[in-house]
């Protein structure tokens, strides 16, 4: 699904993470279109003999890796030395994710990395957190977290699929609310009061895991470093 700026700052973001892969290196990958550039540069490196594992995050990062000849390993036998993934928004160092229904998965690899390189395009920087954030749920549990979401302020509508009559599926069998909060004060306190509502998965709120943000735009690209 096309979301975010032009498809060359993304290129642009994407390749330059891809520069602070080392040999011998495990790497987590995350998904969608900007990380899509960043897996097939990596996959470029790998024809030219880089040594590199991937741990993917999601069907469409592990069907890409697959093509582009990125070795694969899991979670249960290697741990990522980095992990490159994109984002809907990035507010200094906070993020939302979850546009393409995979930040569960997503935020496991990523923290997991002992470096989190984010991926982005200009259109995706703003100074505070504001779009709707996706929360992932068990099938059962649609309306309590709806309920609990709206107690905490938030507005949720359920995903629906595009090409499918009914909602997103995630690929762990799951429910996406996305879940409009305005913009949002404290990051910090909603992931964790999300975290806790009984029948949540995983939500797209990403609270102080970016060491690099890459930002690519018509220009260039610069790399941010959040204060930790
Ligand atoms: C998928 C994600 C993506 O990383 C995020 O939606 C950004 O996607 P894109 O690079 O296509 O704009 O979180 O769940």
Same mark, same amino acid.
């Given at each position: 699904m096309k979301r975010g700026g032009s498809d060359e700052a993304k290129r642009r973001a994407g390749e330059s993470a891809v520069e602070a892969v080392e040999d011998g290196t495990v790497v987590g990958l995350g998904t969608g279109s900007t990380t899509a550039h960043a897996i097939r540069a990596l996959g470029e490196a790998v024809e030219n003999g880089l040594d590199?594992?991937?741990?993917?995050?999601?069907?469409?990062? /592990?069907?890409?890796? /697959?093509e582009v000849g990125i070795p694969l390993t899991t979670l249960d036998d290697a741990t990522p030395d980095i992990a490159i993934d994109g984002a809907d928004q990035a507010a200094e160092g906070d993020?939302?994710?979850?546009?393409g229904a995979a930040h569960a998965r997503e935020k496991l690899v990523d923290a997991a990395a002992d470096r989190f390189l984010v991926v982005v395009d200009d259109s995706k920087l703003a100074d505070a957190l504001s779009v709707p954030v996706p929360v992932e749920l068990l099938p059962d549990a649609r309306t309590t977290v709806a309920d609990r979401v709206r107690d905490l302020g938030g507005d949720p509508a359920l995903r629906a699929a595009e090409r499918k009559d009914g909602?997103?599926?995630?690929?762990?069998?799951n429910l996406v609310l996305d879940c409009d909060f305005g913009e949002i004060g404290d990051p910090a306190e909603l992931a964790a009061t999300l975290s806790t509502v009984p029948g949540v998965v995983d939500h797209g709120l990403f609270v102080g895991l970016a060491d690099e943000i890459h930002v690519g735009s018509a220009d260039g690209v610069t790399v941010r470093r959040p204060e930790s």
């Open positions: 590199v594992e991937g741990i993917p995050t999601s069907y469409q990062s /592990r069907e890409l890796a /697959r993020l939302i994710k979850g546009g909602p997103v599926v995630t690929d762990n069998g």
